[in-house]
T-cell receptor, first 109, second 114 residues
Protein backbone atom coordinates (compact mmCIF):
# COMPACT_ATOMS: atom_id res chain seq x y z
CA UNK A 1 0.00 0.00 0.00
CA UNK A 2 1.33 3.45 -0.88
CA UNK A 3 2.20 5.68 2.04
CA UNK A 4 0.10 8.53 0.63
CA UNK A 5 -2.81 8.05 -1.78
CA UNK A 6 -4.64 10.65 -3.83
CA UNK A 7 -7.23 10.49 -6.58
CA UNK A 8 -5.25 11.59 -9.67
CA UNK A 9 -8.26 13.29 -11.27
CA UNK A 10 -8.52 15.33 -13.36
CA UNK A 11 -11.27 17.25 -11.66
CA UNK A 12 -12.86 19.45 -14.34
CA UNK A 13 -14.95 22.20 -12.74
CA UNK A 14 -16.45 25.49 -13.91
CA UNK A 15 -15.35 28.80 -12.47
CA UNK A 16 -17.09 29.52 -9.20
CA UNK A 17 -17.53 25.87 -8.26
CA UNK A 18 -16.54 24.33 -4.95
CA UNK A 19 -14.24 21.34 -5.21
CA UNK A 20 -12.79 19.02 -2.58
CA UNK A 21 -9.84 16.66 -2.62
CA UNK A 22 -9.03 13.93 -0.16
CA UNK A 23 -5.76 12.25 0.65
CA UNK A 24 -5.31 9.12 2.76
CA UNK A 25 -2.14 8.06 4.50
CA UNK A 26 -1.00 4.81 6.04
CA UNK A 27 1.55 5.87 8.65
CA UNK A 28 -0.33 6.77 11.82
CA UNK A 29 2.88 8.26 13.26
CA UNK A 30 2.87 11.03 10.66
CA UNK A 31 3.39 14.31 12.41
CA UNK A 32 2.87 17.15 9.98
CA UNK A 33 0.69 17.58 6.93
CA UNK A 34 0.70 20.01 4.04
CA UNK A 35 -0.88 20.77 0.71
CA UNK A 36 1.49 21.85 -2.04
CA UNK A 37 0.53 23.19 -5.42
CA UNK A 38 2.42 22.43 -8.62
CA UNK A 39 1.80 24.29 -11.86
CA UNK A 40 2.61 22.65 -15.17
CA UNK A 41 6.39 22.38 -15.69
CA UNK A 42 7.09 24.20 -12.41
CA UNK A 43 8.36 23.17 -9.01
CA UNK A 44 5.96 22.44 -6.12
CA UNK A 45 5.18 25.31 -3.74
CA UNK A 46 3.56 25.28 -0.33
CA UNK A 47 -0.15 26.07 -0.43
CA UNK A 48 -0.91 25.57 3.25
CA UNK A 49 -0.11 23.54 6.31
CA UNK A 50 -2.87 21.37 7.75
CA UNK A 51 -3.67 21.57 11.45
CA UNK A 52 -5.68 19.15 13.56
CA UNK A 53 -8.33 21.77 14.27
CA UNK A 54 -8.70 22.60 10.59
CA UNK A 55 -7.55 25.83 9.04
CA UNK A 56 -8.62 28.27 6.41
CA UNK A 57 -6.73 30.60 4.10
CA UNK A 58 -9.08 32.69 2.01
CA UNK A 59 -10.96 30.35 -0.33
CA UNK A 60 -8.99 27.31 0.83
CA UNK A 61 -9.87 25.11 3.80
CA UNK A 62 -7.79 22.18 5.01
CA UNK A 63 -8.89 19.48 7.42
CA UNK A 64 -7.10 16.63 9.15
CA UNK A 65 -8.80 13.50 10.45
CA UNK A 66 -6.23 11.49 12.38
CA UNK A 67 -8.68 8.74 13.37
CA UNK A 68 -9.48 7.95 9.74
CA UNK A 69 -6.02 8.97 8.50
CA UNK A 70 -7.00 11.41 5.82
CA UNK A 71 -6.61 15.07 5.03
CA UNK A 72 -8.78 17.17 2.78
CA UNK A 73 -8.60 20.39 0.81
CA UNK A 74 -11.68 22.41 -0.07
CA UNK A 75 -11.52 25.18 -2.66
CA UNK A 76 -14.46 27.56 -2.82
CA UNK A 77 -15.32 29.89 -5.70
CA UNK A 78 -12.78 28.27 -8.04
CA UNK A 79 -10.75 30.55 -10.29
CA UNK A 80 -9.09 29.76 -13.60
CA UNK A 81 -5.77 30.37 -11.82
CA UNK A 82 -6.50 27.49 -9.43
CA UNK A 83 -5.83 25.04 -12.27
CA UNK A 84 -2.83 23.02 -11.09
CA UNK A 85 -1.87 19.73 -9.46
CA UNK A 86 -2.40 19.59 -5.70
CA UNK A 87 0.03 17.44 -3.75
CA UNK A 88 -0.66 15.97 -0.35
CA UNK A 89 2.49 15.90 1.79
CA UNK A 90 3.27 14.46 5.19
CA UNK A 91 6.24 14.00 7.46
CA UNK A 92 6.68 10.64 9.15
CA UNK A 93 9.52 12.29 11.07
CA UNK A 94 11.02 15.73 11.50
CA UNK A 95 13.19 15.55 8.42
CA UNK A 96 11.56 13.40 5.78
CA UNK A 97 8.83 14.66 3.45
CA UNK A 98 6.60 12.16 1.63
CA UNK A 99 4.48 13.29 -1.32
CA UNK A 100 1.33 11.90 -2.83
CA UNK A 101 1.16 11.57 -6.59
CA UNK A 102 -1.12 14.59 -6.83
CA UNK A 103 -4.64 15.49 -7.91
CA UNK A 104 -5.05 17.50 -11.07
CA UNK A 105 -7.60 20.32 -11.11
CA UNK A 106 -8.76 22.02 -14.29
CA UNK A 107 -11.04 25.04 -13.88
CA UNK A 108 -12.82 26.11 -17.07
CA UNK A 109 -14.73 29.29 -17.96
CA UNK B 1 13.75 35.23 -0.83
CA UNK B 2 14.82 31.63 -0.38
CA UNK B 3 16.62 30.30 -3.36
CA UNK B 4 17.32 26.71 -4.33
CA UNK B 5 19.28 26.48 -7.54
CA UNK B 6 19.84 23.40 -9.64
CA UNK B 7 22.76 23.51 -12.00
CA UNK B 8 20.91 22.52 -15.19
CA UNK B 9 17.34 22.70 -16.45
CA UNK B 10 17.88 20.10 -19.15
CA UNK B 11 20.49 17.37 -19.54
CA UNK B 12 20.98 14.64 -22.11
CA UNK B 13 23.41 11.86 -21.21
CA UNK B 14 24.39 8.52 -22.67
CA UNK B 15 23.79 5.16 -21.05
CA UNK B 16 26.68 4.25 -18.76
CA UNK B 17 27.84 7.82 -18.18
CA UNK B 18 28.44 9.12 -14.67
CA UNK B 19 26.10 12.05 -14.10
CA UNK B 20 26.29 14.78 -11.47
CA UNK B 21 23.27 16.90 -10.56
CA UNK B 22 24.11 19.85 -8.36
CA UNK B 23 21.86 21.75 -5.97
CA UNK B 24 22.71 24.85 -3.96
CA UNK B 25 20.57 26.64 -1.37
CA UNK B 26 21.21 30.03 0.17
CA UNK B 27 19.13 29.81 3.36
CA UNK B 28 21.47 27.83 5.61
CA UNK B 29 18.97 24.95 5.79
CA UNK B 30 20.15 21.75 7.45
CA UNK B 31 17.85 19.45 5.48
CA UNK B 32 18.19 18.86 1.77
CA UNK B 33 16.38 16.35 -0.44
CA UNK B 34 16.53 14.81 -3.87
CA UNK B 35 13.32 13.59 -5.52
CA UNK B 36 12.46 12.28 -8.92
CA UNK B 37 9.07 12.96 -10.45
CA UNK B 38 7.45 10.70 -13.02
CA UNK B 39 3.92 10.85 -14.48
CA UNK B 40 1.45 8.99 -12.31
CA UNK B 41 4.03 8.31 -9.61
CA UNK B 42 4.47 11.76 -8.13
CA UNK B 43 7.60 12.77 -6.25
CA UNK B 44 9.63 9.87 -4.91
CA UNK B 45 12.39 10.45 -2.40
CA UNK B 46 15.82 9.27 -3.52
CA UNK B 47 18.06 10.53 -0.71
CA UNK B 48 18.03 13.21 1.93
CA UNK B 49 20.63 14.82 4.13
CA UNK B 50 20.07 16.41 7.54
CA UNK B 51 23.59 17.77 7.99
CA UNK B 52 26.96 18.04 6.30
CA UNK B 53 28.30 14.58 5.45
CA UNK B 54 25.09 12.98 6.76
CA UNK B 55 22.74 11.19 4.40
CA UNK B 56 19.85 8.78 4.53
CA UNK B 57 18.31 6.63 1.84
CA UNK B 58 14.87 7.48 0.66
CA UNK B 59 12.45 5.14 -1.05
CA UNK B 60 14.34 4.59 -4.32
CA UNK B 61 18.10 4.96 -3.71
CA UNK B 62 19.25 2.19 -6.06
CA UNK B 63 21.52 3.46 -8.80
CA UNK B 64 22.11 6.78 -7.05
CA UNK B 65 24.52 8.22 -4.51
CA UNK B 66 24.81 11.65 -2.92
CA UNK B 67 27.41 13.99 -1.54
CA UNK B 68 27.07 16.77 1.04
CA UNK B 69 30.50 18.24 1.69
CA UNK B 70 29.20 21.75 2.40
CA UNK B 71 25.95 22.77 4.03
CA UNK B 72 24.69 24.71 1.02
CA UNK B 73 25.38 22.07 -1.61
CA UNK B 74 23.80 18.65 -2.13
CA UNK B 75 24.84 16.61 -5.15
CA UNK B 76 23.08 13.65 -6.71
CA UNK B 77 25.26 11.19 -8.59
CA UNK B 78 24.10 8.62 -11.10
CA UNK B 79 26.99 6.17 -11.06
CA UNK B 80 26.14 4.63 -14.44
CA UNK B 81 23.16 6.26 -16.09
CA UNK B 82 20.46 4.02 -17.47
CA UNK B 83 17.41 4.80 -19.60
CA UNK B 84 15.05 4.12 -16.68
CA UNK B 85 16.64 7.08 -14.89
CA UNK B 86 15.19 9.44 -17.47
CA UNK B 87 13.05 11.69 -15.28
CA UNK B 88 12.53 15.11 -13.72
CA UNK B 89 14.83 15.56 -10.70
CA UNK B 90 13.87 18.02 -8.00
CA UNK B 91 16.03 19.25 -5.16
CA UNK B 92 14.53 20.76 -2.00
CA UNK B 93 15.72 22.28 1.24
CA UNK B 94 13.95 22.76 4.54
CA UNK B 95 14.88 24.15 7.95
CA UNK B 96 14.76 21.74 10.89
CA UNK B 97 13.18 23.86 13.59
CA UNK B 98 9.52 23.17 14.24
CA UNK B 99 7.39 20.66 12.43
CA UNK B 100 5.37 22.91 10.17
CA UNK B 101 8.21 24.30 8.12
CA UNK B 102 8.07 24.80 4.40
CA UNK B 103 10.27 22.99 1.90
CA UNK B 104 11.61 25.06 -0.98
CA UNK B 105 12.29 23.49 -4.34
CA UNK B 106 14.66 24.15 -7.16
CA UNK B 107 13.30 24.54 -10.65
CA UNK B 108 14.07 20.93 -11.55
CA UNK B 109 16.43 19.17 -13.93
CA UNK B 110 14.90 17.19 -16.76
CA UNK B 111 17.35 14.38 -17.46
CA UNK B 112 17.15 12.24 -20.57
CA UNK B 113 19.35 9.16 -20.81
CA UNK B 114 19.76 7.85 -24.34
Amino acid sequence: RKEVEQDPGPFNVPEGATVAFNCTYSNSASQSFFWYRQDCRKEPKLLMSVYSSGNEDGRFTAQLNRASQYISLLIRDSKLSDSATYLCVLTPGYNKLIFGAGTRLAVHP
Amino acid sequence: DVKVTQSSRYLVKRTGEKVFLECVQDMDHENMFWYRQDPGLGLRLIYFSYDVKMKEKGDIPEGYSVSREKKERFSLILESASTNQTSMYLCASRPPTGRNTEAFFGQGTRLTVV
